[in-house]
């Protein structure tokens, strides 16, 4: 029995020997296992992203002058202010801006003088009357934001006399008359003095009357046998806060210019487009009491070498209303079409303003000298165009993509799917720019991919395939230090309108094939 | 003769479309008194028996349409050098089964009450795994998503595992010389149990713009007498936690009741010629200790739920903003999980069938002590068919050895040749098997991996018996 069973173990004991020796070891010996044999078909969605022209504008920093009119349509809109192209107190000042004087000289025996009065004896006794030119105003009154008179009398008598000056017509803020009254000794008084503040009353002819006495103690023994007196009246640094009268039509040159940003346009657009029914608006302010006009000959956007003239004819004649207290529109003749270039960057308006066209036939005004014309100038340009050979570029600098192992990916297929709801037919490419080389390395399509546009407002889809056979291929595009997007834009003849609404919807998605023993053993 | 030869060879076209597991080896080895655990109405050759501790021991490992060969490329020396994952995935079928599965019998005894009954007592801890997977579960991963622009990549998990105590008394009745019948009431205790309700996901691709759409939808649930919490949530993921106190464990060894059935019929055609039927492990079990559900499914977290489905057509243009301003891409996976909740939580008791069987079997003694027998067996996983077709010869020589050669059709598999081998030493036998011996010298075709081996005491002959006792 025992041996029995001795022997039936050693015997189950050898089939099992032989099951487990029978299997081949190396077989599980998983050292050397160092490959995976699968290569798999996988296409991913990477983008599927809806972008209007809004949108971009939004996320583009540079584009203010890019914007939305109240219908949505996009327009390109430059705006300046020219404040104080006419200034009141300058007009005002270039007519005061030369002395006002009278001087003369009297002689007088001793028998041809007034008589004594008392113990007085009036030497001189005369009107000093000075007048204001006549040629630019005729002034009924005014109030001297600054000035001066100077007053002087020269006699040849040594003892001391009294000098009076009076002039009605001047008033201080206080409302007292201009006078003086002062002792002279030496044969001579002199004197300036501060009219800030005064008041001026003019009846007639520009005319300022001062009525100066010259008077000295009763002694007739002293007085020589001619007496000699030598006088000056003369206002200076005149300048006025207002002034009332009748003025005379002024002309005035006018050129005005302002610099704009059109970075955006000029970095990435290159060609020229036409755009239809451009709009340039006048506002004008003009705080003087009365109308004028200004003959337009020329209002045009200029850089790169051309321009452009925004004008329909020239010169053109551009009414100003009077005293409109705000910014008022005028109307100027506007081309129809206009050829924008994005590297304009310049405005200019050049022409003469006429103030107070009818002259003195103009009742009575009233100028303060901080009384202005100011012009706003809106330049408004629809984006409503034919456009031919536009070409959009932008670079966007690109690094730091980590790629995966070369050979993990091959037959790289990027599908991009369009659908267009712009009116604008584009011509796709992206180039991979080396900055360091100086050199394009690739492009992602082999020639340029066209996206068709919008037919009747209804968006077109579109699909643009880009291949690359081995990922060497992507890495040597990605190895670049830029990717320049490039598109060629236009239209198909009829003129279009860009919308803020109006979207682009991009659907991007990549193919190719993944070695599953690269992925994991790289 | 005919007809039966005409059955079995339908039986073997219907094995070649199906798959499953199979009749262990030892099944039809004469000398082993455990013929009843698959065919509760078969006869032993002992009057009676008593098994060691652990006396028998089954071990199977059924490994699908998996082969080494398909899997591995080995150089001159037989190394594996490239696992040759598309030739693998080529290999599989639209469903596949993986199963393991142990019974191991504690403790057991058999007796013949007079001449017609036969009645035997076990204890047996029986585990069972069977895992079912699409082919496009790994197919999706290997082949890529633009494989399946036709039709969409069909991604399917079924996990059903069960460990439980089974105390069966089984009870045979030989009703005359022709018939006889057999009936296991059995008594389940369960140790643990995992089984998914449904992991269902279809995943499809727009050959166009290679948008993405998925449906999804899975339920699991789980128990054990080993008291376990299991949470998970979005910021911390999963948390699972065990309270291994003994006391506890052992209070709940005997809380996942559940009942079994084991039946059987054999009809004895002619002399030599015996027909079987079983249908086996018909039953359940109530489980009651540290039931957990895990769900998920999709939910309507945002645009990308579109009508039932996950959607994913490409980053939109404010997930586009958010990656250039810089921020962490985390987040937008964090967005993206959104779509995909799950939900872990303790439940109530719940009910889990076994896995049943079918048996039918066809024994010819061609000479005494030698037999051949064709045998089938039907096992109903969940949602899964698995049908198997054994032929087997047997011979007893010279009364002590017993050498068993058994050929295993299933699909996949059709080179399972197995061997049994047994020695009656008297009151003690001892034997082994396999159900695969062709495994030993090419592991890299074989697809099961089974072993069984067991030493039985017994006693008395039936042969000698009957001869003792003719009239009964």
């Not at chain 1, 189950?12 to 032989?18: K, Y």
């Not at chain 1, 005319?207 to 008077?215: A, K, P, W």
Request: charged share 15%.
């Amino acid at each position: 029995m025992r041996q029995k069973l001795h022997s039936s173990l050693c015997i189950l004991a050898l089939l099992m020997s032989v099951f487990f020796i029978g299997c081949n070891r190396n077989a599980f010996d998983f050292s050397q296992l160092d490959e995976i044999d699968a290569n798999g078909d996988w296409g991913f969605p990477l983008l599927n992203a809806e972008y209007t022209i809004g949108d971009i504008l939004e996320m583009s920093d540079n584009v203010g002058y890019l914007q939305q009119s109240s219908d949505g349509t996009l327009e390109i809109r430059y705006e300046y202010t020219f404040d104080s192209v006419i200034s009141a107190s300058e007009y005002l000042d270039s007519y005061f801006d030369h002395d006002v004087s009278v001087e003369g000289t009297k002689t007088y025996t001793p028998g041809e003088l007034p008589p004594i009065q008392g113990n007085v004896q009036v030497l001189y006794n005369d009107t000093l009357t000075t007048q204001f030119p006549t040629d630019m105003v005729l002034l009924e009154s005014a109030t001297l934001k600054t000035g001066q008179i100077q007053l002087m009398v020269t006699y040849n008598l040594t003892q001391p006399t009294r000098v009076d000056v009076t002039c009605p017509q001047l008033t201080s803020a206080s409302g007292q008359p201009f006078h003086v009254e002062a002792q002279a000794t030496g044969g001579s008084y002199s004197t300036t003095l501060d009219l800030s503040g005064y008041s001026l009353t003019v009846p007639s002819d520009n005319e300022i009357d001062f009525f100066m006495v010259v008077s000295c103690e009763a002694n007739a023994s002293t007085l020589p046998s001619q007496l000699t007196f030598n006088y000056r009246a003369a206002f200076s640094q005149i300048s006025f806060t207002e002034i009332r009268g009748k003025f005379v039509s002024v002309n005035l040159p006018l050129d005005k210019e302002w610099d704009f940003d059109s970075e955006f346009l000029r970095d990435h657009i290159s060609g020229s487009m036409t755009l239809l029914n451009p709009q340039v608006t006048c506002e004008i302010l003009n705080t003087f009491p009365v109308r004028g006009n200004i003959v337009l000959n020329q209002a045009q956007l200029s850089g790169g070498g051309s321009s452009a003239s925004l004008l329909a004819y020239s010169p053109a004649t551009v009414e100003i209303p009077g005293n409109t207290q705000q910014f008022a529109p005028v109307n100027l003749p506007i081309t129809s079409s206009l050829q924008l270039s994005p590297d304009f960057d310049h405005f200019k308006l050049k022409g003469n303003a006429t103030i107070n066209p009818d002259g003195f036939n103009t009742p009575t005004l009233v100028f303060r000298d901080d009384q202005v014309i100011s012009l706003r100038i809106r330049v408004v340009l629809p984006l409503e165009m034919n456009m031919d050979d536009i070409f959009f570029r932008d670079t966007i600098p690109f690094s730091g993509l980590n790629l995966p192992s070369e050979s993990a990916f091959s037959n790289i297929l990027l599908r991009l799917g369009i659908t267009n709801g712009l009116p604008l037919n584009f011509q796709l490419q992206a180039y991979f720019y080396d900055s360091q080389t100086s050199t394009v390395k690739d492009s992602l399509f082999v020639g340029p991919q066209v996206v068709l546009s919008a037919l009747n407002d209804a968006p077109r889809s579109s699909e643009l395939f880009a291949s690359k056979e081995s990922f060497a291929e992507v890495q040597r595009m990605f190895a670049c230090d830029n990717i320049i997007l490039q598109a060629r834009l236009y239209t198909d003849g009829s003129p279009v309108s860009i919308n803020v609404a109006q979207a682009i919807r991009l659907h991007l998605g990549a193919r190719m094939n993944v070695d599953l023993n690269s992925l994991v053993n790289n | 003769m005919r007809k039966i030869i005409f059955t079995v060879l339908m039986w073997g076209c219907f094995c070649l479309s199906v798959n499953g597991q199979a009749l262990d080896v030892t099944h039809f080895m004469r000398i082993s008194p455990f013929q009843h655990n698959d065919l509760p109405s078969s006869s032993t050759i002992y009057n009676g028996y008593v098994s060691l501790p652990a006396g028998n021991v089954q071990v199977g490992v059924n490994l699908g349409p998996i082969r080494y060969k398909n899997l591995f490329e080995t150089d001159a020396e037989g190394y594996p050098t490239v696992l040759t994952a598309t030739k693998f995935v080529n290999s599989l079928s639209y469903k596949n089964y993986l199963g393991v599965n142990s019974d191991i019998e504690l403790l057991g005894f058999g007796f013949r009450i007079k001449d017609r009954f036969f009645l035997t007592v076990d204890h047996r801890f029986r585990s069972n795994l069977d895992f079912t997977y699409s082919r496009d579960v790994l197919g999706l991963p290997i082949y890529g998503n633009m494989a399946y622009v036709d039709e969409p990549a069909d991604l399917k998990l079924g996990i059903n595992f069960n460990a439980y105590q089974e105390y069966g008394v089984s009870f045979r009745h030989q009703v005359n010389d022709k018939i006889s019948w057999g009936v296991r009431p059995k008594l389940l205790f369960g140790v643990a149990n995992i089984n998914t309700q449904y992991f269902d996901a279809l995943v499809a691709t727009d050959p166009t713009d290679y948008t993405i759409t998925m449906t999804y939808a899975a339920a699991m649930r789980a128990a054990a007498v080993v008291p376990f919490t299991m949470t998970f949530n979005q910021q911390d993921g999963f948390n699972f936690e065990i309270d291994n106190d003994a006391r506890t464990i052992v209070g709940n060894v005997f809380r996942n009741v559940g009942f079994g059935l084991d039946l059987g019929f054999s009809y004895k055609i002619l002399e030599s010629l015996n027909l079987s039927a079983g249908l086996l492990d018909l039953g359940f079990i109530n489980w009651n200790t540290s039931t957990t559900r895990m769900t998920s499914g999709l939910e309507d977290a945002g645009s990308m739920y579109q009508e039932g489905s996950f959607s994913f057509s490409g980053l939109s243009q404010s997930q586009i903003q958010s990656l250039m301003n810089g921020e962490d891409y985390e987040e937008l996976l964090d967005t993206l999980a959104q779509y995909f909740p799950m939900d872990i939580a303790p439940m109530g008791s719940y009910v889990t069938g076994l896995t049943p069987r079918f048996v039918l079997q066809a024994d010819y003694e061609f000479a005494k002590y030698h037999r051949v027998s064709a045998a089938t067996q039907f096992r109903f996983t969940k949602n899964y068919f698995q049908p198997s077709l054994t032929l087997a010869y047997d011979g007893l020589f010279f009364n002590t050895i017993d050498v068993c050669v058994a050929y295993t059709m299933q699909r996949h598999s059709y080179d399972n040749l197995g061997i049994g081998v047994g020695f009656n030493l008297g009151y003690l036998n001892v034997y082994a098997g396999t159900q695969n011996i062709i495994a030993a010298f090419s592991v890299k075709n074989v697809s099961q991996l089974t072993g069984t081996v067991g030493i039985v005491f017994n006693w008395g002959h039936y042969d000698n018996w009957r001869k003792k006792n003719p009239k009964q």
